[in-house]
């Protein structure tokens, strides 16, 4: 469930920029308050409402385990993912026309096939929404306490500071 709620959260902006654009179109009298639009506005809220419960408890702290690494070296490799998943919102926030009701189901298909290759694949960290919230994603190497040989490992970091051979606190999950 985490997963999907994940998903669901690395589209917030897009679900906004849709939202955003039915109401401007509603209050210009280019469209009604049909079946069809109500329904999509009521999902987009829906998802925008379950995408940020699924950050708000993904970034929560609390429920983690943290531990003590030393950094070895850091990657930031944020702009590998960031600027192709960027281009969905484009995609579809430019040419979508809510009142189509086959441009919508086809929005619902490609959407379900994007998030189940998302959570099949665990690629998280293609979430746009927490680097317009200030994280990166940083392939690090490091070591743990009480252990001799490195390890790597995906971080999410909110900052910008060089963290190379500094101990730092991290929260473990998977």
């Not at 699924?54 to 950094?71: A, D, F, Y």
């Not at 086959?102 to 929404?129: E, Q, R, S």
Request: aromatic share 14%; net charge positive.
């Amino acid at each position: 469930m985490m997963s999907l709620l994940l998903f669901l959260s690395a589209f917030i902006p897009m679900y906004a920029l849709l939202f955003i654009q039915m109401i401007v179109e509603i209050i210009n009298g280019n469209r009604t308050f049909n079946v069809l639009n109500i329904i999509i506005t009521t999902l987009l809220v829906i998802a925008i409402a379950l995408g940020t419960i699924g950050l708000i408890l993904s970034i929560n702290k609390r429920h983690h385990k943290t531990e003590q690494i030393k950094v070895i070296k850091t990657t930031n490799i944020t702009d590998q993912h960031f600027f192709a998943y960027i281009s969905i919102f484009i995609l579809f926030t430019l040419s979508f026309d809510i009142s189509n009701m086959a441009m919508f189901i086809t929005t619902i298909l490609i959407l379900v096939i994007i998030g189940f290759v998302y959570i099949h694949n665990k690629i998280f960290y293609i979430n746009p929404l927490l680097n317009l919230l200030g994280f990166s994603f940083y392939e690090i190497t490091y070591l743990a306490k009480e252990e001799s040989e490195p390890k790597t490992a995906k971080v999410f970091y909110h900052g910008h500071h060089n963290l190379n051979n500094k101990w730092v606190k991290v929260c473990l999950k998977n």
